[in-house]
């Protein structure tokens, strides 16, 4: 079955700045969605549809190149994520998409085998890692109660979906006004089921500026940590 990568990468970050938006900045001498790319470079995917501004083709296409991709296009950024999502996915040509965060760059291929070796057995899949810590929930700085975390996992991305499936979903949800946080979301909303493989720690997504320490000691020791 075919497979289509979005990117949604029109977020401006105002936690991350407010002068640039931070998929353009430059860690280790290159932009974070650079290495965003090049770790998807190597999938088996029909096409890349970045969602963006228009004021972004020029540099987007600079790094396109650089990386030697060219099955690329471009759809409009929308005024939500989920938006922007829904402006690559009518645009995409494939059975299934996977979408990834543009400033999500230490993707390694052990998470991508995991996400493509189960991805077709179910109408959607996301990744994760298991929450370590004690988790409560709390109201007006007091404690209501711990809830159990055995069952509580951080959702990373790339996420993989049933193109049809989510497009009719996220079509649902946007003539409702209805807004999600990521894309499974919008499969949950009307029961379907959705898969679970593990993620990895180190494929973090760059939020702050304090972000970037972690960052440039991932790309560091990337090779090991990913397995080479």
Known sequence: MSLSII?????????????????FYKFAGKEIIYHTLLRLKSVDAAEF??????????????????????NYSFAP??????HTVYNCIIRAHSDFVLIHDAVRPFLSKIIIDRMLEHYSKYYGIVCGIKVKDTVKMI?????DKTID?????LIHTPQVF?????????????DRGIFITDESMALEFFGYEVGFVESEWYNIKITTKEDLHLAEYILMYFDMLAGG
Not at 77 to 82: H, I, L, S, T
Not at 149 to 153: A, E, Q, S, V
């Open 149 to 153: 975390r055995n069952k509580l996992y």
């Open 49 to 70: 549809i970045i969602g963006c501004s228009d004021d972004d083709y020029n540099v987007l296409e600079d790094i396109l190149n650089d990386l030697g991709i060219k």
């Open 162 to 174: 049933n193109r049809n499936i989510l497009l009719r979903c996220l079509k649902e949800l946007n």
């Open 77 to 82: 950024a929308g005024q939500e994520r989920q």
């Open 7 to 23: 990117i949604p990468a029109g977020g401006i970050g105002k936690r991350f700045s407010k002068k640039e938006k931070k998929q």
């Open 139 to 143: 109201s007006d700085n007091i404690v």
